[in-house]
């Protein structure tokens, strides 16, 4: 029976012991650039590493206009800077065009995650072959 007690005495003592892992603190930039390239809205955002870029907009009431397919969210308004006709705006990290959309962007300390107006190359469009 004292082995039993000496045992749960261990246990509880050792159940305080759990460490409790703290979420790393990052800062990230957010720019935004009009179609000609010059900023128009900045700011840096305290967030944790790992977290959803998307996510931590909304948290600090990014204005922004979304549509949301599904597979992730598209951002047609950001800041105030709307893309007319035959634009979009175009999202780069780090001073790189994103393979990614913004919803898939896990956060890292120091990103800068930049989003400019950009023209769309109409030689790059898809058409569908018309039927004859």
Same mark, same amino acid.
């Given at each position: 029976?004292?082995?039993?007690?000496? &045992?749960? +005495?261990?246990?509880?003592?050792?159940?305080?012991?759990?460490?409790?892992?703290?979420?790393?603190? &990052?800062?990230?930039?957010?720019?935004?650039?009009?179609?000609?390239?010059?900023?128009?809205?900045?700011?840096?955002?305290?967030?944790?590493?790992?977290?959803?870029?998307?996510? *931590? +907009?909304?948290?600090?009431?990014?204005?922004?206009?979304?549509?949301?397919?599904?597979?992730? *969210?598209?951002?047609? #308004?950001?800041?105030?800077?709307?893309?007319?006709?035959?634009?979009?705006?175009?999202?780069?990290?780090?001073?790189?065009? #994103?393979?990614?959309?913004?919803?898939?962007?896990?956060? !890292?300390?120091?990103?800068?995650?930049?989003? #400019? *107006? !950009?023209?769309?190359?109409?030689?790059?469009?898809? !058409? !569908?072959?018309?039927?004859?």
């Amino acid at each position: 029976m004292k082995y039993v007690i000496a &045992i749960l +005495l261990v246990l509880f003592a050792f159940s305080g012991c759990t460490q409790v892992q703290q979420q790393e603190q &990052i800062t990230v930039t957010l720019q935004v650039h009009d179609v000609e390239a010059n900023l128009v809205f900045e700011k840096e955002i305290n967030s944790v590493k790992g977290a959803s870029a998307f996510e *931590v +907009l909304q948290q600090n009431n990014i204005p922004m206009e979304t549509d949301d397919f599904g597979f992730g *969210v598209f951002i047609k #308004s950001i800041a105030g800077v709307v893309p007319e006709e035959n634009q979009y705006l175009g999202l780069n990290v780090n001073e790189e065009y #994103s393979q990614v959309g913004i919803s898939d962007i896990k956060l !890292e300390n120091g990103m800068i995650i930049d989003f #400019s *107006v !950009e023209e769309i190359d109409e030689s790059q469009v898809f !058409e !569908e072959p018309q039927e004859q």
